[in-house]
């Protein structure tokens, strides 16, 4: 039984929270009454026990006294969050006051600081004063450390350390009666005794325990040989309280939502995360007595981080190859034996500066070479540039290479499994970089045809006598090896034998793993990595070809399937690799010729092999004569070919495998092979396999418990990249559009998969479930996604199951919306929870999820509809209104996946368990993330449909043939002549974008040289026959005959004048919209502020004016919104999907906004058409619609227009041109006179063109008769799309959700144009190219353009496992890229400063003469500047949690330097905050909200956010951090540097660690020009933004102050700040609390640095007590 409780609460409210006193030493106060009581309560009866659930708002009024004062006060106490999953101190109360006085201030902070008293209390005073006595306990803790007493005895105590990483403001005053306060106040305590680098006595307490009751804690440390010992003695611990503390030390570090406990945040092993990696003793003891000395001075400071300096390999970098260093000591080969060895091996450019360039192939050891090749493999993992050493020494690449070959299959001896891992991980990345050219040419010789040399004969006769072709090259390559010298035999042997010896090395291995026992983890990883490289060289044709034949011709896939290993637990991943190896080996493919097979080549290849089989058995083996005469059908399963053959002799058995050239004669080996492996070797080769296609399409697109938590499959989020996974890889080569297809199909799947994972977690979680005493499963908790359910399964129809699943929605209003709001087709997930644990049982998150909550089942639905009382599914959009229902119970009709209800209905006849009568969750997800399943279906779709890609892509899809094939220029159906409409502003200017022609005009009038012009390329090749002396003569003649014509005049009126672009394009871009225009591939690179768009728009339109009978579908908003300002009709513009709502223009482009624009047009046009009716005296309702209009217009316009003409041209007289013109009134609304009687050419113009205007007005009639006609609205919107639309936008992720739809309306299109390319995903810039059928099994796309930078970064990809191991990251456009296709890359930028953030790019014109330009930035002395930030309190990077990087002089300088651009003035629209993490992103918002958010003079800035979000966006000044300290990161990917660096038009001030970023090789082009100023932040703090004038290249010196760190600026800038508001401030900087109005900055100062600004610290941070000179 379930009861609504709300009212009752109400009335309790009024017990608990009415007429409750305060009593403070400010004063006193009542509360009077509840202003309001939102939400709701229901308590229920289940199984016998009480359950309550209750979520409250609440408002409560007070009033009150100050002491010693009458006025009375009054205000508000919010609680926002009461209800029952919150605890008390979780519990969110605000506190206003009406007025803004002091005193309403004063009381209203008492209650603040004080609380809600209960009733039971008369007085704060009093209630402390009533002790009780307090049963305590006593806590003992261990714990070892892997550092230094010193550096963990520093942690303890640091500042700076614990306030990062609790992310709140701690004080921690360290000395003996010194106080500390941690987690804002919550842990308080003071410290009794501190020993140096051995012992802390402190007093400690929670906020939570009574007052003034303190407990003992004692921390002894002693340092170890190998480590550092903790003892922790606690005493005086409330009884209550002990496994809460005792917890909370243990802890390793506490989520969000754990915060809200103290104790859930002092753990030992926090201590790690502050301490980072151990540090040598050695290079401590200096520091140690120094720290000693300062201790014993009576204050203690934190060390300072020489980590880095100290290291031993940084010592070596210094030494031996440090870049900037004039004099290195000379090459010492023991030097990389021991760097190896003693496992150091850094990223500091130690392969560029001192592996390769000593590299010698005649002399390296083995520790060099497996260097190299770990170094390469590390490169890799970090997704950075790995292969531009090569560019310094290309010819010693290939010693390098066979030395690599040589430990890989002849030293095993040499190196370790561990090794040989390395090794082959170093050969995988080579075989998936075929795109370099010196990799190329060393893997082309292992894999070329020369490798069948170790077929068995009887196999290499079978495969010639197929292929005559290949018997003649391999006879060459035999004379050819004969004639060669013994050294090029032996590097052709090693070539040719390398991957079979290889093969069989491995599986000597593999055959040595035991059943049971231990094996070891290296081994495994071998084994698994080793099958990564033979999927990787089966999945791509070059390699591909020949290397299939002799993979299956050594038994591998049987060989593996028969090992130890695939039985083992350890060998899942293994297993699953072995999987995707059976894929690709027996892959629907010509492995010759690399076209794809048919359904009918498929299966006559499989009769064919049965046939060849049955003739063998006929003719060899009297024995199997049931083989020989039986049909294909009964002998090619499993279970008929082990029928047949079990029981045949093994003498026989093998006889028959050597007939079938399976295994070599017995008289060419001695080798024995077990029975089961020949049956088995029999199995693979002539079972009949299941269709790939036929797989796909019974694969469940929803993903199930047992895909969703399995680590192989679906990898946690942070996936280190060292592990192998078995995923499909995104390279530059697919085997088939199927392959193609297939892969993208699986990844996007899983990404989808993982992020479903994390919000059925969420749900889950949240709902609390747990385990009653019969064994039932209850939940506890709410959740706004998830609801429990009871499933009704329907009927199953045909292709579709049905069920109906019913919720209780009794939950506050606004979430009960948002389910009712659930449409058709949004996806849910069906769960099945049985708990494991009792109520109050604590999830451990670092434990697996499944099986602590008790996740048994998950299967997807999608909904049909949410159903009435009558159980008649709603209609969505229906014309009656929703039903009001009495209850709270709601039923949801849906679908289920009808491949996964087969296999799990079919699993219930061998006694599996009905999964459809178990479930007991229901989650839902956010829409915007719910449209996995209509992209699966469209992939899907696509690949069981005739998927056409153009003939003229299909190669360069592909990634084979000339990546130049689909270019323009190779096109046979090239456009000789091009109208380029208004691209050109001038002559010159035209003359000026084609440099290399010879320009000729068509008319020699210069005065007539004026645009729009119409283009015919001279230089075009004829593709008919031709002589080749002419072939040779056109192509040297480059010439351009141009042909100036007027626009044809539209009419009289000024909207009629055609709209006309005013950009002075680039030759390059120029370039760009004329191979846009021509038919084939365009990819236009284009660097921010080149042009982008405007280039994208000029192509549209060119393509619109010149092509009429054309369709372009284009993407993304800010292209359509300048498409709209073209001179386009935008009758056919259209824009699909929700993005018509984000464009700036009233205007309403969706379908629905274009039909009702069209009806409105309508309208309008037939009043005209009554309004020209009338001014030529006619009659009738001609205006009554289109076909009526049309009629008028044909029997009295048309006419009455012809006449006119025939007069007019007869006479000639100026006069009657005027006087006779029929439709003169009808433009009497135009400026008169309408003609000008000049001439009579220029009259006839005019009313030519009025007749036009008029002529328009019928066409369009005409176009919009459909309307007339067409009575619904869906029907219209369908015609339009189809009919009248000929420019159509839409986003990617539209197209693949209504793929469908389009392709069964019949959508047809003619070219494509994306915009941001690089940003969009390879399957969501695939499908756009299909969304129409074939006609006669040809595409109609003719063009493809694609626009986007690939240096800046790619899309997002949440998952780091597919991101890093399967390049899921990779668009389409940077595939194409690093394919070779030719690209036109924008040469000039116009939008910054300077453009030395990418190479080769010049600065267009304006940048050097606009204002803005010229002068430098106020207050600085340079327009860009990198400012080294050290040490604060001796902390650089920390990391609070994982991969949450923060730094905190950083996050302060950064915000000084803000502050000090507001106080002279800067505008804070015109800055943002950049930075490379999250977690400083945090930091620097929680600093700015301290700092400026509430003060009036500062503000915040426009933004505060990383780089990857600020892609696509610029400011006038960018202020960026880097963070790191220890290690580059991500940084070192330079695509993340570029787009960092290139977001300030103005300014950019980075601040970073110089030290470490200038040493990392990837990053040093731009570090070098940034390193080229001082690194020390020069200001010039007399200039003033609003009045300003200095040039950019003059330099202040007389006035410049130079700042030397963080603390120096933050004083400064306090300094500044007391001089422009004349307020004194002594003892403390309280920036953030000024109430003062400031005056904006305009204040100029007279402040100057003094000796004590580099000793002086914000208070906040640390209070700096016996400063030392």
């Given at each position: 039984?379930?009861?609504?409780?709300?009212?009752?609460?109400?009335?309790?409210?009024?017990?608990?929270?009415?007429?409750l006193?305060?009593?403070?030493?400010?004063?006193?106060?009542?509360?009077?009454?509840?202003?309001?009581?939102?939400?709701?309560?229901?308590?229920?009866?289940?199984?016998?026990?009480?359950?309550?659930?209750?979520?409250?708002?609440?408002?409560?009024?007070?009033?009150?006294?100050?002491?010693?004062?009458?006025?009375?006060?009054?205000?508000?106490?919010?609680?926002?969050n009461?209800?029952?999953?919150?605890?008390?101190?979780?519990?969110?109360?605000?506190?206003?006051?009406?007025?803004?006085?002091?005193?309403?201030?004063?009381?209203?902070?008492?209650?603040?600081?004080?609380?809600?008293?209960?009733?039971?209390?008369?007085?704060?005073k009093?209630?402390?004063?009533?002790?009780?006595?307090?049963?305590t306990?006593?806590?003992t803790?261990?714990?070892?450390?892997?550092?230094?007493?010193?550096?963990l005895?520093?942690?303890?105590?640091?500042?700076?350390?614990?306030?990062?990483?609790?992310?709140?403001?701690?004080?921690?005053?360290?000395?003996e009666?010194?106080?500390?306060?941690?987690?804002?106040?919550?842990?308080?305590?003071?410290?009794?005794?501190?020993?140096?680098?051995?012992?802390?006595?402190?007093?400690w307490?929670?906020?939570?325990?009574?007052?003034?009751?303190?407990?003992?804690?004692?921390?002894?440390?002693?340092?170890?040989?190998?480590?550092?010992?903790?003892?922790?003695?606690?005493?005086?611990?409330?009884?209550?309280?002990?496994?809460?503390?005792?917890?909370?030390?243990?802890?390793?570090?506490?989520?969000?939502?754990?915060?809200?406990?103290?104790?859930?945040?002092?753990?030992?092993?926090?201590?790690?995360?502050?301490?980072?990696?151990?540090?040598?003793?050695?290079?401590?003891?200096?520091?140690?007595?120094?720290?000693?000395?300062i201790?014993?001075?009576?204050?203690?400071?934190?060390?300072t981080?020489?980590?880095?300096?100290?290291?031993?390999?940084?010592?070596?970098?210094?030494?031996?190859?440090?870049?900037?260093?004039?004099?290195?000591?000379?090459?010492?080969?023991?030097?990389?034996?021991?760097?190896?060895k003693?496992?150091?091996?850094?990223?500091?450019?130690?392969?560029?500066?001192?592996?390769?360039?000593?590299?010698?192939?005649?002399?390296?050891?083995?520790?060099?070479?497996?260097?190299?090749?770990?170094?390469?493999?590390?490169?890799?993992?970090?997704?950075?540039?790995?292969?531009?050493?090569?560019r310094?020494?290309?010819?010693?690449?290939?010693?390098?290479?066979?030395?690599?070959?040589?430990?890989?299959?002849?030293?095993?001896?040499?190196?370790?499994?561990?090794?040989?891992?390395?090794?082959?991980?170093?050969?995988?990345?080579?075989?998936?970089?075929?795109?370099?050219?010196?990799?190329?040419?060393?893997?082309?010789?292992?894999?070329?045809?020369?490798?069948?040399?170790?077929?068995?004969?009887?196999?290499?006769?079978?495969?010639?006598?197929?292929?005559?072709?290949?018997?003649?090259?391999?006879?060459?390559i035999?004379?050819?090896?004969?004639?060669?010298?013994?050294?090029?035999?032996?590097?052709l042997?090693?070539?040719?034998?390398?991957?079979?010896?290889?093969?069989?090395?491995?599986?000597?291995?593999?055959?040595?793993?035991?059943?049971?026992?231990?094996?070891?983890?290296?081994?495994?990883?071998?084994?698994?990595?080793?099958?990564?490289?033979?999927?990787?060289?089966?999945?791509?044709?070059p390699?591909?070809?020949?290397?299939?034949?002799?993979?299956?011709?050594?038994?591998?896939?049987?060989?593996?399937?028969?090992?130890?290993l695939?039985?083992?637990?350890?060998?899942?991943?293994?297993?699953?690799l072995?999987?995707m190896?059976?894929?690709?080996?027996?892959f629907?493919?010509?492995?010759?010729?690399?076209?794809?097979?048919?359904?009918?080549?498929?299966?006559?290849?499989?009769?064919?092999?049965?046939?060849?089989?049955?003739?063998?058995?006929?003719?060899?083996?009297?024995?199997?004569?049931?083989?020989?005469?039986?049909?294909?059908?009964?002998?090619?399963?499993?279970?008929?070919?082990?029928?047949?053959?079990?029981?045949?002799?093994?003498?026989?058995?093998?006889?028959?495998?050597?007939?079938?050239s399976?295994?070599?004669?017995?008289?060419?080996?001695?080798?024995?092979?077990?029975?089961?492996?020949?049956?088995?070797?029999?199995?693979?080769?002539?079972?009949?396999?299941?269709?790939?296609?036929?797989?796909?399409?019974d694969?469940?697109?929803?993903?199930?418990?047992?895909?969703?938590?399995?680590e192989?499959?679906?990898?946690?989020?942070?996936?280190?990249g060292?592990?192998?996974?078995?995923?499909?890889?995104?390279?530059?080569?697919?085997?088939?559009?199927?392959?193609?297809?297939?892969?993208?199909?699986?990844?996007?799947?899983?990404?989808?998969?993982?992020?479903?994972?994390?919000?059925?977690?969420?749900?889950?979680?949240?709902?609390?479930?747990?385990?009653?005493?019969?064994?039932?499963?209850?939940?506890?908790?709410?959740?706004?996604?998830?609801?429990?359910?009871?499933?009704?399964?329907?009927?199953?129809?045909?292709?579709?199951?049905?069920?109906?699943?019913?919720?209780?929605?009794?939950?506050?209003k606004?979430?009960?919306?948002?389910?009712?709001?659930?449409?058709?087709?949004?996806?849910?997930?069906?769960?099945?929870?049985?708990?494991?644990?009792?109520?109050?049982?604590?999830?451990?998150?670092?434990?697996?999820?499944?099986?602590?909550?008790?996740?048994?089942?998950?299967?997807?639905?999608?909904?049909?509809?949410?159903?009435?009382?009558?159980?008649?599914?709603?209609?969505?959009?229906?014309?009656?209104?929703?039903?009001?229902?009495?209850?709270?119970?709601?039923?949801?009709?849906?679908?289920?996946?009808?491949?996964?209800?087969?296999?799990?209905?079919?699993?219930?006849?061998?006694?599996?368990?009905?999964?459809?009568?178990?479930?007991?969750?229901?989650?839902?997800?956010?829409?915007?993330?719910?449209?996995?399943?209509?992209?699966l279906?469209?992939?899907?779709?696509?690949?069981?449909?005739?998927c056409?890609?153009?003939?003229?892509?299909?190669?360069?899809?592909?990634?084979?043939?000339?990546?130049?094939?689909?270019?323009?220029?190779?096109?046979?159906?090239?456009?000789?002549?091009?109208?380029?409409?208004?691209?050109?502003?001038?002559?010159?200017?035209?003359?000026?974008?084609?440099?290399?022609?010879?320009?000729?005009?068509?008319?020699?009038?210069?005065?007539?040289h004026?645009?729009?012009?119409?283009?015919?390329?001279?230089?075009?090749?004829?593709?008919?026959?031709?002589?080749?002396?002419?072939?040779?003569?056109?192509?040297?003649?480059?010439?351009?005959?141009?042909?100036?014509?007027?626009?044809?005049?539209?009419?009289?009126?000024?909207?009629?004048?055609?709209?006309?672009?005013?950009?002075?394009?680039?030759?390059?871009?120029?370039?760009?919209?004329?191979?846009?225009?021509?038919?084939?591939?365009?990819?236009?690179?284009?660097?921010?502020?080149?042009?982008?768009?405007?280039?994208?728009?000029?192509?549209?339109?060119?393509?619109?004016?010149?092509?009429?009978?054309?369709?372009?579908?284009?993407?993304?908003?800010?292209?359509?919104?300048?498409?709209?300002?073209?001179?386009?009709?935008?009758?056919?513009?259209?824009?699909?999907?929700?993005?018509?709502?984000?464009?700036?223009?009233?205007?309403?482009?969706?379908?629905?906004?274009?039909?009702?624009?069209?009806?409105?047009?309508?309208?309008?046009?037939?009043?005209?058409?009554?309004?020209?009716?009338?001014?030529?005296?006619?009659?009738?309702?001609?205006?009554?619609?289109?076909?009526?209009?049309?009629?008028?217009?044909?029997?009295?316009?048309?006419?009455?227009?012809?006449?006119?003409?025939?007069?007019?041209?007869?006479?000639?007289?100026?006069?009657?041109?005027?006087?006779?013109?029929?439709?003169?009134?009808?433009?009497?609304?135009?400026?008169?006179?309408?003609?000008?009687?000049?001439?009579?050419?220029?009259?006839?113009?005019?009313?030519?063109?009025?007749?036009?205007?008029?002529?328009?007005?019928?066409?369009?009639?005409e176009?919009?008769?459909?309307?007339?006609?067409?009575?619904?609205?869906?029907?219209?919107?369908?015609?339009?799309?189809i009919?009248?639309?000929?420019?159509?936008?839409?986003?990617?992720?539209?197209?693949?959700?209504?793929?469908?739809?389009?392709?069964?309306l019949?959508?047809?299109?003619?070219?494509?144009?994306?915009?941001?390319?690089?940003?969009?995903?390879?399957?969501?810039?695939?499908?756009?190219?299909?969304?129409?059928?074939?006609?006669?099994?040809?595409?109609?796309?003719?063009?493809?353009?694609?626009?986007?930078?690939?240096?800046?970064?790619?899309?997002?990809?949440?998952?780091?496992?597919?991101?890093?191991?399967?390049?899921?990251e990779?668009?389409?456009?940077?595939?194409?890229?690093?394919?070779?296709?030719?690209?036109?890359?924008?040469?000039?930028?116009g939008?910054?400063?300077?453009?030395?953030?990418?190479?080769?790019?010049?600065?267009?014109?304006h940048?050097?003469?606009?204002?803005?330009?010229?002068?430098?930035?106020?207050g600085?002395?340079?327009?860009?500047?990198?400012?080294?930030?050290?040490?604060?309190?001796?902390?650089?990077?920390?990391?609070?949690?994982?991969?949450?990087?923060?730094?905190?002089?950083?996050?302060?300088?950064?915000?000084?330097?803000?502050?000090?651009?507001?106080?002279?003035?800067?505008?804070?629209?015109?800055?943002?905050?950049?930075?490379?993490?999250?977690?400083?992103?945090?930091?620097?918002?929680?600093?700015?909200?301290?700092?400026?958010?509430?003060?009036?003079?500062?503000?915040?800035?426009?933004?505060?956010?990383?780089?990857?979000?600020?892609?696509?966006?610029q400011?006038?000044?960018?202020?960026?951090?880097?963070?790191?300290?220890?290690?580059?990161?991500?940084?070192?990917?330079?695509?993340?540097?570029?787009?960092?660096?290139?977001?300030?038009?103005?300014?950019?001030?980075?601040?970073?660690?110089?030290?470490?970023?200038?040493?990392?090789?990837?990053?040093?082009?731009?570090?070098?020009i940034?390193?080229?100023?001082?690194?020390?932040?020069?200001?010039?703090?007399?200039?003033?933004?609003?009045?300003?004038?200095?040039?950019?290249?003059e330099?202040?010196?007389?006035?410049?102050?130079?700042?030397?760190?963080?603390?120096?600026?933050?004083?400064?800038?306090?300094?500044?700040?007391?001089?422009?508001?004349?307020?004194?401030?002594?003892d403390?900087?309280?920036?953030?609390?000024?109430?003062?109005?400031?005056?904006?900055?305009?204040t100029?100062?007279?402040?100057?640095?003094?000796?004590?600004?580099?000793?002086?610290?914000?208070?906040?941070?640390?209070?700096?007590?016996?400063?030392?000179?």
């Amino acid at each position: 039984t379930e009861k609504d409780a709300s009212k009752w609460s109400k009335e309790i409210f009024k017990d608990l929270f009415v007429d409750l006193k305060f009593e403070t030493m400010e004063g006193n106060c009542i509360t009077t009454k509840i202003l309001s009581a939102n939400g709701d309560a229901t308590v229920s009866n289940r199984k016998g026990k009480l359950i309550t659930l209750y979520d409250w708002q609440l408002k409560i009024e007070w009033k009150g006294k100050l002491k010693d004062d009458d006025d009375e006060l009054k205000g508000k106490i919010g609680i926002d969050n009461f209800g029952d999953e919150y605890d008390v101190d979780e519990i969110d109360v605000s506190v206003t006051s009406e007025a803004n006085d002091a005193g309403s201030k004063t009381l209203k902070k008492s209650i603040e600081k004080y609380g809600i008293p209960s009733k039971e209390s008369t007085s704060i005073k009093d209630k402390s004063s009533n002790k009780k006595k307090i049963d305590t306990m006593k806590l003992t803790m261990k714990d070892e450390f892997k550092t230094t007493a010193e550096e963990l005895f520093m942690t303890l105590i640091d500042q700076q350390r614990v306030s990062v990483f609790m992310r709140s403001q701690s004080t921690v005053d360290a000395r003996e009666g010194g106080e500390f306060s941690l987690l804002d106040g919550n842990i308080t305590g003071k410290f009794l005794e501190l020993t140096p680098h051995s012992k802390i006595v402190q007093t400690w307490r929670f906020k939570s325990w009574p007052e003034e009751h303190f407990s003992k804690v004692t921390l002894e440390i002693t340092q170890g040989e190998d480590c550092t010992k903790l003892n922790l003695t606690q005493s005086g611990i409330p009884s209550g309280d002990i496994d809460r503390t005792r917890e909370g030390w243990k802890r390793k570090y506490a989520s969000d939502e754990e915060q809200r406990d103290p104790a859930a945040v002092i753990g030992f092993e926090l201590i790690n995360f502050l301490i980072g990696q151990p540090v040598k003793m050695k290079a401590n003891q200096e520091r140690s007595r120094k720290s000693s000395q300062i201790f014993k001075k009576g204050h203690v400071i934190a060390p300072t981080v020489q980590q880095i300096q100290n290291d031993v390999l940084t010592e070596y970098a210094v030494k031996y190859w440090a870049p900037r260093k004039s004099e290195r000591a000379p090459y010492d080969s023991k030097i990389i034996e021991k760097i190896y060895k003693e496992e150091m091996l850094g990223s500091n450019q130690y392969l560029e500066e001192y592996l390769w360039p000593h590299y010698d192939p005649q002399n390296a050891s083995i520790y060099h070479v497996i260097s190299i090749a770990v170094m390469v493999n590390e490169k890799v993992r970090e997704r950075v540039q790995s292969w531009e050493f090569l560019r310094n020494r290309p010819d010693s690449f290939p010693g390098l290479f066979r030395q690599i070959m040589d430990l890989a299959t002849d030293d095993w001896e040499k190196i370790t499994i561990k090794e040989q891992t390395a090794l082959l991980m170093f050969l995988i990345h080579c075989f998936n970089s075929l795109e370099n050219d010196i990799i190329r040419r060393e893997i082309q010789g292992l894999v070329s045809i020369a490798i069948w040399t170790c077929l068995i004969p009887g196999r290499l006769e079978q495969e010639t006598q197929h292929n005559p072709k290949y018997k003649k090259r391999l006879n060459s390559i035999q004379k050819a090896y004969a004639k060669a010298d013994k050294e090029t035999q032996l590097i052709l042997n090693k070539e040719r034998n390398f991957l079979w010896k290889s093969i069989h090395s491995f599986l000597d291995v593999l055959s040595k793993i035991p059943e049971s026992g231990p094996i070891s983890a290296d081994l495994v990883q071998y084994c698994e990595r080793y099958l990564e490289f033979i999927i990787d060289i089966e999945a791509a044709m070059p390699t591909r070809r020949f290397f299939n034949t002799l993979l299956d011709s050594c038994g591998f896939v049987v060989n593996c399937q028969l090992s130890t290993l695939i039985l083992r637990e350890e060998g899942r991943l293994f297993g699953q690799l072995l999987d995707m190896l059976k894929f690709y080996a027996a892959f629907e493919i010509n492995d010759h010729t690399g076209t794809a097979l048919s359904y009918h080549e498929i299966t006559d290849a499989h009769y064919d092999k049965i046939t060849a089989l049955q003739r063998v058995a006929f003719k060899h083996f009297p024995e199997l004569r049931d083989i020989a005469l039986n049909n294909v059908a009964s002998i090619d399963t499993r279970d008929s070919i082990i029928k047949h053959l079990n029981d045949l002799p093994y003498e026989k058995l093998y006889e028959l495998t050597a007939c079938l050239s399976l295994v070599p004669r017995v008289d060419d080996t001695g080798k024995k092979y077990e029975k089961n492996y020949l049956i088995e070797l029999l199995i693979y080769k002539y079972e009949r396999r299941l269709s790939q296609l036929d797989a796909i399409n019974d694969m469940p697109l929803y993903p199930t418990e047992e895909i969703l938590w399995d680590e192989n499959i679906v990898p946690s989020e942070y996936y280190s990249g060292t592990d192998c996974l078995a995923l499909p890889k995104l390279n530059l080569q697919f085997l088939t559009l199927h392959d193609y297809l297939l892969r993208n199909f699986n990844l996007f799947r899983l990404e989808s998969t993982y992020e479903i994972r994390e919000d059925i977690e969420d749900g889950v979680s949240r709902m609390k479930p747990w385990l009653t005493e019969d064994n039932m499963t209850q939940f506890s908790g709410w959740a706004r996604m998830a609801q429990v359910i009871k499933p009704n399964i329907g009927e199953n129809r045909p292709a579709r199951v049905r069920a109906d699943v019913s919720v209780n929605l009794n939950i506050r209003k606004e979430v009960k919306r948002e389910w009712e709001g659930l449409k058709k087709h949004d996806v849910m997930f069906l769960v099945t929870i049985r708990a494991t644990a009792g109520p109050g049982q604590k999830y451990d998150k670092t434990m697996p999820f499944k099986a602590q909550y008790g996740v048994e089942y998950v299967r997807g639905c999608e909904i049909e509809g949410m159903l009435d009382e009558q159980g008649k599914v709603i209609e969505e959009g229906g014309f009656e209104p929703k039903p009001d229902f009495k209850s709270d119970g709601r039923t949801f009709r849906v679908w289920l996946d009808t491949n996964q209800y087969q296999q799990d209905i079919a699993n219930t006849v061998h006694g599996a368990e009905d999964v459809y009568e178990t479930f007991n969750l229901l989650v839902r997800r956010k829409p915007k993330e719910n449209n996995f399943k209509a992209v699966l279906d469209t992939i899907r779709n696509l690949m069981n449909t005739e998927c056409v890609v153009p003939d003229w892509l299909h190669d360069v899809f592909l990634g084979y043939g000339n990546p130049a094939a689909a270019n323009y220029t190779s096109m046979p159906t090239q456009v000789n002549t091009l109208d380029f409409n208004d691209t050109f502003l001038t002559a010159d200017h035209l003359r000026d974008s084609f440099p290399d022609y010879k320009i000729r005009w068509s008319t020699e009038d210069c005065n007539k040289h004026v645009p729009p012009f119409r283009l015919s390329f001279m230089d075009l090749p004829s593709h008919g026959k031709k002589r080749k002396a002419d072939a040779e003569e056109s192509t040297s003649c480059k010439e351009i005959l141009v042909e100036p014509y007027v626009i044809e005049n539209r009419g009289p009126y000024p909207s009629s004048q055609p709209r006309r672009n005013c950009i002075p394009f680039t030759p390059v871009q120029i370039e760009a919209v004329r191979s846009g225009m021509q038919p084939g591939l365009t990819l236009v690179v284009g660097p921010p502020g080149t042009g982008k768009t405007d280039v994208a728009v000029q192509i549209v339109s060119n393509l619109y004016h010149n092509f009429q009978d054309q369709r372009t579908l284009i993407a993304l908003n800010q292209l359509f919104e300048k498409i709209i300002a073209l001179d386009i009709d935008e009758r056919h513009l259209l824009r699909l999907g929700h993005g018509e709502e984000s464009l700036e223009t009233e205007k309403d482009f969706s379908r629905y906004g274009r039909v009702n624009y069209i009806l409105e047009r309508r309208l309008q046009l037939l009043n005209e058409v009554a309004r020209l009716q009338e001014s030529i005296g006619i009659y009738g309702d001609v205006s009554y619609s289109c076909e009526t209009a049309g009629h008028f217009f044909h029997y009295q316009i048309l006419s009455r227009w012809e006449e006119y003409i025939n007069r007019i041209e007869a006479s000639k007289d100026i006069k009657a041109v005027a006087e006779q013109f029929p439709f003169t009134k009808f433009f009497d609304d135009v400026e008169q006179p309408l003609f000008t009687g000049k001439s009579f050419a220029t009259d006839l113009d005019v009313a030519e063109g009025c007749f036009r205007h008029i002529k328009k007005i019928f066409t369009e009639l005409e176009e919009f008769r459909a309307f007339e006609l067409l009575r619904n609205g869906v029907d219209r919107s369908n015609y339009l799309l189809i009919k009248e639309a000929r420019i159509v936008a839409m986003t990617c992720t539209h197209a693949a959700l209504k793929r469908h739809d389009l392709v069964k309306l019949g959508f047809k299109y003619d070219n494509v144009l994306m915009e941001e390319a690089g940003q969009i995903l390879e399957i969501e810039t695939f499908i756009p190219l299909m969304l129409q059928n074939p006609e006669d099994g040809q595409s109609r796309l003719k063009r493809v353009v694609l626009i986007g930078d690939h240096h800046q970064l790619p899309p997002v990809i949440k998952n780091m496992a597919f991101q890093k191991f399967s390049n899921m990251e990779q668009p389409l456009f940077t595939r194409f890229v690093k394919l070779g296709v030719p690209t036109v890359d924008l040469d000039a930028q116009g939008r910054a400063r300077g453009s030395w953030r990418y190479k080769r790019l010049e600065n267009l014109s304006h940048t050097a003469a606009w204002p803005e330009f010229k002068l430098g930035n106020p207050g600085f002395q340079f327009d860009y500047q990198v400012i080294d930030v050290g040490d604060f309190q001796g902390v650089g990077e920390s990391e609070p949690n994982p991969h949450f990087f923060q730094n905190l002089a950083e996050a302060e300088y950064i915000v000084a330097v803000y502050m000090y651009m507001r106080l002279i003035g800067y505008p804070k629209e015109s800055i943002s905050i950049l930075t490379t993490y999250n977690g400083q992103k945090h930091l620097i918002r929680d600093v700015v909200n301290m700092r400026c958010a509430d003060n009036p003079l500062i503000g915040k800035p426009h933004k505060i956010t990383t780089v990857d979000r600020f892609q696509g966006q610029q400011n006038n000044y960018i202020l960026l951090s880097l963070v790191r300290t220890k290690a580059v990161g991500h940084l070192r990917d330079v695509r993340r540097l570029i787009v960092a660096m290139s977001r300030a038009r103005l300014g950019l001030y980075v601040f970073a660690r110089t030290s470490l970023f200038q040493n990392c090789y990837e990053l040093s082009p731009a570090f070098n020009i940034l390193l080229q100023r001082p690194t020390k932040l020069q200001i010039l703090p007399k200039e003033n933004w609003h009045n300003f004038s200095r040039k950019l290249d003059e330099k202040q010196e007389d006035e410049l102050v130079i700042i030397d760190d963080m603390p120096q600026m933050a004083h400064y800038v306090y300094q500044l700040y007391n001089a422009q508001t004349n307020i004194e401030q002594t003892d403390e900087i309280a920036i953030s609390d000024s109430s003062d109005d400031g005056n904006d900055g305009t204040t100029n100062t007279d402040i100057k640095p003094t000796q004590s600004d580099a000793n002086t610290k914000m208070e906040v941070d640390v209070k700096n007590e016996d400063t030392e000179e």
